[in-house]
């Protein structure tokens, strides 16, 4: 990797044992299932880590994170949020992870190693209390478009991708795979 390429990492967060909750993760999957992409690019399912989070965090230049988020709109309603609206989004404590995520940017930052560039895509959820491995019917349907914004900050921030196909196979497992049978 040439040392002018921006270390970018695509981090989907939430937990996919409650329905919407698991938004970031599902797409962090699909992404890792559908595209192969070049060397200064990470996709990471952050899952529910928070704190332990830190360390691929600062080893990133531009961190793409992926959740829900409330913000008062419409359920299904995608938001790019940067600066003071991503620290707002971050801290609703209706979330069993938003919480973490916070506190781990902060510690971040405390240490002085913060991406430069930090963007949350975060969608407004239908369901995030009812415990179930499928996303609603409506943040099922946002799915490749939400991959999409997700594909367009990580070229427009210099990373590349290819589609993944026989020769390029995903080595990645899903352990829990989503529930696409019509979650309401």
């Given amino acids: 990797m040439p040392e002018n390429d921006k270390r970018i990492l695509i981090l989907g967060v939430g937990n996919i044992l409650f329905t919407d909750e698991g938004f970031g993760v599902r797409v962090a999957e699909e992404l890792e299932q559908q595209y192969e992409f070049s060397e200064n690019v990470t996709v990471l399912d952050g899952g529910t880590l928070g704190l332990k989070l830190m360390g691929p965090i600062m080893e990133s230049d531009y961190l793409i994170i992926v959740d829900i988020v409330l913000n008062e709109s419409a359920p299904g309603e995608v938001h790019r949020l940067l600066g003071e609206d991503l620290n707002k989004a971050c801290a609703f404590k209706n979330s069993m992870h938003q919480t973490d995520l916070l ?80 979650n309401s």
């Fill in 103 to 182: 506190d781990t940017l902060s510690n971040c930052s405390i240490l002085g190693s913060v991406p430069q560039d930090v963007v949350l895509y975060g969608i407004e959820p239908v369901n995030y209390k009812d415990m179930s491995a499928a996303l609603s019917p409506e943040l099922e349907a946002k799915l490749p478009e939400v991959m999409e914004l997700v594909l367009d900050e990580v070229t427009e921030a210099g990373g590349t991708y290819i589609p993944r196909s026989a020769d390029n196979p995903a080595m990645e497992k899903i352990y829990v795979p989503r529930d696409t049978s019509g």
